[in-house]
């Protein structure tokens, strides 16, 4: 491998890293904090795509990422009204909402499958022109992903020290200690769920005007994607505040992309991929645990060579 295509691989994974990496910020919120797994994400991602894409092909490339940004609000909102209005468990409430989600989407996108992006001016398109006699020239999609990242991440930060996001972080730790403190768990876990769909409605909205095409598929094993990085990240950075944690969900989403972009590299057919994220998320829930066990794990392999 030469080291030009090493930078392509490393700034393709880049890339797809920043913007995937908002969604695992949306599930940092929703099952670190919040502690609920919430199975919409890969419904609302695709909802993200397809209201940013319908807006900016109506011709409003900034207003289709506050679009798709209230889009994700809705489908947090009905998400968590299904469990906390309707006594829906959070898994099956996510699963239904993921269901429903579909067809919506296809009504969004006009009743097809795919939506075609290449003559329609977004946000990238707008960035590449003001980019274009600069250092930064034909960076134009790290650059975006960098702004939204760092936009996410500065006001989860700000969020979470908030009353209401310590209310949040509270309702995850404990929601009955919540109730007997006269805070409303009902409200936080639909504020908490509103907010982190959000994020993942302007990552499905970005990764669309980035790929210049909306497929009615473009979510699909985002949530499996996301719980990976997620996980990775907290590997990565451990324990630390509520900034070190951020940076680390980042930093697991590229991580996770990296290792994605290599194996189709080597040429690996498609439909192994799915195997592959299979055994990084495996990978990175497992790996915590092994590591934790293995000076127990090495004293018995010790003990067994003496006993020979």
Not at 18 to 36: D, E, G, K, Q, R
């Amino acid at each position: 491998m030469t080291l030009t295509t090493a930078l392509a691989l490393g700034q393709t994974a880049l890339k797809l890293g920043l913007i995937c990496s908002l969604t695992v910020l949306a599930l940092f919120l929703s099952y670190s904090m919040l502690n609920v797994c919430d199975l919409s994400t890969d419904g609302c991602f695709t909802l993200g795509a397809a209201v940013g894409a319908a807006v900016a092909i109506s011709g409003h490339p900034f207003l289709s990422i506050i679009a798709a940004m209230l889009a994700g609000v809705c489908s947090g909102l009905v998400t968590a009204v299904l469990q906390t209005k309707m006594g829906v468990d959070s898994l099956l409430a996510g699963i239904i909402v993921n269901t429903g989600l579909y067809s919506i989407n296809i009504a969004v996108m006009g009743g097809s499958s795919l939506l075609n992006m290449n003559k329609t001016t977004t946000v990238f398109t707008m960035m590449k022109d003001l980019l274009a006699e600069t250092p930064l020239a034909g960076q134009t999609e790290i650059v975006i992903a960098l702004i939204a990242v760092a936009c996410v991440v500065a006001f989860l930060v700000f969020f979470l020290k908030t009353r209401l996001g310590l209310a949040i972080r509270a309702t995850g730790n404990n929601a009955d200690m919540v109730k007997s403190s006269s805070i409303n768990p009902v409200f936080t876990t639909i504020a908490g769920l509103c907010v982190a769909n959000a994020f993942t409605g302007l990552s499905g909205c970005l990764l669309a005007q980035s790929q210049k095409s909306v497929d009615i598929n473009i979510g699909q094993g985002m949530v499996t994607i996301a719980l990976a990085s997620l996980l990775i990240g907290g590997t990565v950075m451990g324990r630390g505040g509520i900034f070190a944690r951020a940076v680390g969900m980042v930093l697991g989403s590229f991580i996770f992309r990296l290792v994605y972009t290599i194996a189709l590299r080597f040429n690996m057919p498609a439909f192994m991929l799915k195997l592959v994220s299979s055994i990084i998320v495996v990978l990175a829930i497992s790996g915590p645990y092994l590591k934790k066990q293995w000076p127990q794990i090495k004293r018995r392999l010790t003990h067994k060579k003496g006993g020979i």
